[in-house]
């Protein structure tokens, strides 16, 4: 598969692409580390997107969610949903498409990250899914 960045063409939901992500929490004077991502919705030149990892754990131990497929979506091993919300990402920050989301891991994303409905139903749409009634309700969005 041909890679891409921003200067070559669009994105769109359901891509897996690489992106420079900021985690404040853990480093508050990074500029972000490169990790694969989902793209799921744009705002305002801006990504939300979830985030991917290859850690099976978050820092107090707990499991992280397994990403279905990860050789079939663009990975090139095992990969778990980085955290529970999602995440802007700078438009500028995107690097290169990866691979997409399968059915199962756009399923796994809108039932573990609150979200939009009509984030929910574009990612779901991009997927190739149709949703169910629970996934067109989906978790409540972040405040």
Do not use: Y
């Not at 990402?89 to 290169?96: A, I, M, Q």
């Amino acid at each position: 598969m041909k890679t891409s960045t921003w200067l070559d063409e669009d994105f769109a939901a359901g891509d897996l692409v690489v992106a420079r992500v900021l985690n404040s929490l853990e480093n508050r004077d990074s500029r972000g580390k490169a990790r694969p991502v989902v793209l799921v919705e744009e705002v305002d030149g801006h990504w939300r997107v979830a985030g991917l990892t290859t850690n099976p754990r978050r820092r107090d131990g707990s499991l992280r969610l397994r990403v279905p497929n990860p050789i079939l979506v663009g990975l090139r091993g095992p990969g778990f949903l980085w955290g529970n919300r999602l995440h802007s990402v700078c438009k500028l920050d995107l690097d290169f498409r990866i691979g997409v989301a399968d059915q199962q891991l756009a399923r796994l994303i809108v039932s573990s990250h609150p979200m939009s409905s009509s984030a929910r139903l574009g990612l779901l749409a991009a997927a190739g899914c149709q949703p169910d009634a629970a996934e067109e309700g989906g978790p409540s969005p972040a405040a």
